[in-house]
């Protein structure tokens, strides 16, 4: 649980609250076209999922908070920029949000995505 | 033949050949000025950006986009257009930078696969292939956001698209092109309410729009190396520091933001804002001026006014500026307090404090903790812990500076794991003669004993108001009337509360004495305060008399006598 501590008790944010932030942030992010989970096996790891706790994984460790995204990429883009990007992205919305130092944001391109036939 | 003749022929010339079908060394050149025009403006771009958000440099990731792009083709002979696109969207995709530069890449990926392997464009060509890049840049996302690049290469497709049914010429297509983009990227604001907040346009839109203005400005001639900026760019502005600079007779505060009808001449308009107040601070962000001036009250709505004359005013900010200095002189007295810190095995001290000005001096006594709190207003025990658990040493020291507070410093020093000693002190001044013998580096037992003795040497005199009829110790007071106490013993009443003072001396024997320091309570007039001490002042000649703001409430005046 991520914690702090106000003068009329303490809050807590869940790992998928804060999911959903990070999800949020990283679909709108330019170059992405999903979300993959990671534990699919090659050849289903195209197909791009709603829930938001399956695409991001969150993990706290004494008030360290680490988001690891596994994202599908559209073909033809610079990839390090678009993962650049979302990782950029990521922890800005988190952090905005939460005021919630992050500690590390973790991209992984699990695939790529053709829009057009070339 | 002058210059400027030679620049206009060559202009009219390239009107005429971009009115022929556009091959790939035409495309190249074209390309190349849209990144100088870019990089000319590249310091424009970045700071339209709104702070912090990610990607706080969009004109340097598209100028290095651009760059890695015309770096592609630099030294191609090619003249098929197709490829020569191609090459270009390989060289952008290969150097995208941040969200606007791989947005970017991608528009110009669409606009070279609609080219494919044509050998020249045409003005249809030029329309089919924006569209194309407006659609290959929008399946990059999921959820594409408006008001960002991807609307203004939307908005610039279609007002191409418009513009091929009324004429097929390549240059009058790109004119309505630009202008598209142009009014795009104004309105962006509209559709992104951050940009809105931040009073900017869309970095990504503008970089965008300076690529195609650049093409656009190549063709007609214009120069290319960026038009002297006077204004500094909006995001530039630092107008926190002006409240520094206030001068007396500045009453209030006005930002202005304004679109002007016409190019404003910057010396003139300086000139004017000059005859009505000071702290001028001209902003300028495409096409959108804001101004930042401080003025007198009689002359508070002249550049209002005078913005009006010049143009649109779009937004206006006033402050009252006297208000603000206040604001920040109490900030300045009551907000951050430098505590002590205390490393390891150090002895720390946390002191509960009834007002701001009393918390001020305990803190510059070195206290590494303080608790608000005092008559009336017991913190509890809790909040005695707060004040300490944290400090990064186990031996502390607590101040309770009040008898009602003693009780739950002592709860606190049970409770917690530390090793925590209560100093009995019933008062203020008590507690700040205690602060007087802290030795951090010393045994804790001894300090305490040192600090408790320390107290004996000064007496407390307190002037507050009764609450109600009350007699102790032979002293009648009646509610209302001010009261005095001398180390927390009733010892007189009076009507008034220059003579209660006077009298509280006497009964302290101030005479007998070397120092009074009189802490004076948030709800005491500063000019009574004045005449107080004053009074105090001509009756002891020989005694050193401090005033200090204790703000502490209930109690008028705190005395210490040492």
Redesign the interface.
Known sequence: MSEAINPHGSINVAPRAIATIAYQAA????????LASKNLVNGLTQM?IKDPSHGIEVQYQDDQVDIDIYIIV?Y???IK??A??VA??V??HVEKSLSLPINEVNVHVQGLRF??Q? | MSDSTTALKEAGQRRIRMNRPVNGQMLKRLTEVGLIWLKANQQTVNALNVF????GDTGTNMVLTMQSACDEIANTPERNVGKIAHQIAQGA???????S???L??LW?GFA?SLDTKETLIAADLVEALNEARD?AY?????P?EGTILTVAKDLAAGCEAALKKSDSLVAILEAGVKAADQSVEHTPELLPVLKEAGVVDAGGKGLFFILEGMLRWINGQPLDGGAAVAQPLAALKLEETLEAIEPGQDWELVIDFRPHQALDLEDFYKNLEEMGTSIQIGEGDGMYRLHIHVPDEKRSQPWDYAMRLGTVTNIAIENLVAQMEEIERKKNGGDLQLMPVEADQIAVVAVAPGPGIARVFASLGVAGLVEGGQTMNPSTQQIIAAFENLPTNKVIVLPNNKNIIMAAEAAAELAVKEVKVIKSCTVPQGLAAMMRLAPDGDLEQVAADMVKAMEDVQTGEITTATRNVTIDGVKVKKGQVIGLHNGNLVLSSPDLEKACLELMEKMSLQDYELLTLFYGADVDKALVNKISDAIRAAYPEQEIEVQEGGQPHYHFICAVE
């Open positions: 679909i709108e992010s330019y170059g992405v076209v999903g791009v559209e033809g883009t610079r920029s678009v650049a990007s950029k992205t922890r800005y829009s057009n070339e | 912090p958000v990610p990607d995709l290969m150097g995208a930078r941040g969200n530069g791989v947005i890449s991608q990926r696969r290959t399946k990059g996302v999921v959820r956001v």
